[in-house]
């Protein structure tokens, strides 16, 4: 089973920052198969990336995703207000189980 | 559009079972592999089963497996989960999830059902 640890828990940030949040791998993941979710208070997960960096339809180019190996990074450039949520990724290899980070919460300073 | 709409959460008492259902719309079900994912209060996300497109093949997490169990109708559209023996370490908000037709993740959440275990 791939564990993912997701870095830092809290972010704190400011309307018109940039924001890194991180998801490190237990072992090499196929770049394919990672993917990041945001998910707002009382809402359901909504795909923000997949394949490790290509975005989902309609969203912005503020949010951008890297990496390759057991590193993955999760950027948006220019903090808006609508952005301030909890964000995962997504292990979904060629077998289960699919595994997702424990999150993290990116909030206003 | 795409709507995945699921119901029959509610209050279980420890050891009974409920089942709860995802019916979806706007799309052909029958093509798509379907997903359950739950999330604890407050917690994270966690996956919990998969269903191949045409039921023949499921998957389940270890924390429920041999209690919970996924079908589907594909002629009514719907998705289940069928959850036996429930303990309070069941209790969540259960989302149901499309599995893209090609590729890795889920492109469509239903809004949840919580499910909540407790005397």
């Known amino acids: 089973e791939i564990v993912l640890t997701q870095s830092p828990g809290t972010l704190s940030l400011s309307p018109g920052e940039r924001a890194t949040l991180s998801c490190r791998a237990s072992e090499s993941v196929s770049s394919r198969h990672l993917a990041w979710y945001q998910q707002k208070p009382g809402q359901a997960p909504s795909l923000l990336i997949y394949?490790?960096?290509s975005r989902a339809t309609g969203i912005p180019d503020r949010f951008s995703g890297s990496g390759s190996g057991t590193d993955f990074t999760l950027t948006i450039s220019r903090l808006e207000p609508e952005d301030f949520a909890v964000y995962y990724c997504q292990h979904y290899g060629t077998s289960p189980p699919i595994t997702f980070g424990q999150g993290t919460r990116l909030e206003i300073k | 559009q795409v709507h995945l709409v699921e119901s029959g959460g509610g209050v279980v008492q420890p050891g009974r079972s409920l089942r709860v259902s995802c019916a979806a719309s706007g799309f052909t079900f029958s093509t798509y592999a379907m997903h359950w994912v739950r999330q604890a209060p407050g917690k994270g996300l966690e996956w919990v089963a998969l269903t191949s497109y045409d039921g023949s093949n499921s998957h389940y997490a270890d924390s429920v497996k041999g209690r919970f169990t996924i079908s589907r109708d594909n002629s009514k559209n719907t998705l289940y989960l069928q959850m036996n023996s429930l303990t309070a370490e069941d209790t969540a908000v259960y989302y149901c999830a499309r599995r893209v037709s090609f590729g890795n993740y889920y492109d469509y959440w239903g809004q949840g059902t919580l499910v909540t275990v407790s005397s």
């Open positions: 394949g490790a960096s």
